[in-house]
């Protein structure tokens, strides 16, 4: 079966440069989902779209923004990178409908982003 | 505001022997979903299994069962004949309401390692 597709899967960049991390949910699937963990940490909500609209926000820093496209696809673009954004990023995915209503979270490989 | 705990950090078990994750949260909604994550040391996260809260059923799936009970906000986990392929990060997470694009909160993990 299909899975969340997420490019690129390792990055490495200098602090104050920017980053674009791109995410592909499994097909059909309407809401994606922006996570950032850190070393030996748990994963940290950082955005979510449903049908291509802002759904929820957590902690992310106003550095970062994100949308998702009208093929459901997503993008995270992270600007002025710090040494702290260095970490591993998941984007997951689930299939809401039309009934808006949450289905479980699928999560795609991660993009491990080394600012240095 | 939602919370998970996960109070046991690191689980050490021989091989066959069955191994509980503990799991505790904090919620004031009514309507929340409870899951549990897998993630083995190549980094990815697996989803294992959802329950909502309307839903108290205890189930067993393979080698896997869970124990929810409203009454203590206990969600605890439950791999029976663990193997060698066990080890890895298991997280418990929750994620209020049931709307679209609704975030995780997910507990600091426990780290399950499984000798042969």
């Known amino acids: 079966a299909a899975g969340v597709i997420q490019s690129p899967r390792h990055l490495i960049k200098e602090k104050r440069e920017t980053a674009t991390l791109k995410c592909y949910p499994i097909?059909?699937?309407?809401?994606v989902y922006w996570y950032q963990q850190g070393p030996g940490q748990d994963p940290q909500f950082l955005i979510s779209?449903?049908?291509?609209?802002?759904?929820d926000k957590g902690s992310i820093p106003d550095r970062f923004s994100a949308q998702q496209f009208s093929d459901y696809h997503s993008e995270l673009n992270m600007s002025s990178l710090e040494l702290g954004d260095s970490a591993l990023y998941f984007c997951a995915s689930s299939l809401a409908g039309l009934a808006g209503v949450m289905g479980e979270q699928y999560f795609g490989p991660g993009t491990r982003l080394t600012v240095t | 505001a939602q919370k998970v705990t996960q109070a046991q950090t690191e689980i050490s078990v021989v091989e066959k022997e069955d191994v509980t994750l503990d799991c505790v949260y904090e919620t004031r909604d009514t309507t929340y979903y409870l899951f549990w994550y897998k993630q083995p040391p190549s980094g990815e996260l697996v989803f294992l299994i959802r329950r909502n809260s309307f839903d108290e059923q205890n189930e067993i799936s393979g080698r896997y069962s869970w124990n929810f009970q409203k009454s203590t906000s206990s969600f605890n986990f439950t791999i029976t004949a663990s193997q060698v392929v066990d080890s890895a990060v298991y997280f418990c997470a929750l994620s209020e309401h049931e709307a679209a694009g609704n975030k995780l909160t997910f507990g600091g993990g426990t780290r399950v390692l499984v000798k042969p």
């Open positions: 097909p059909r699937h309407d809401t």
């Open positions: 779209f449903y049908e291509k609209m802002q759904s």
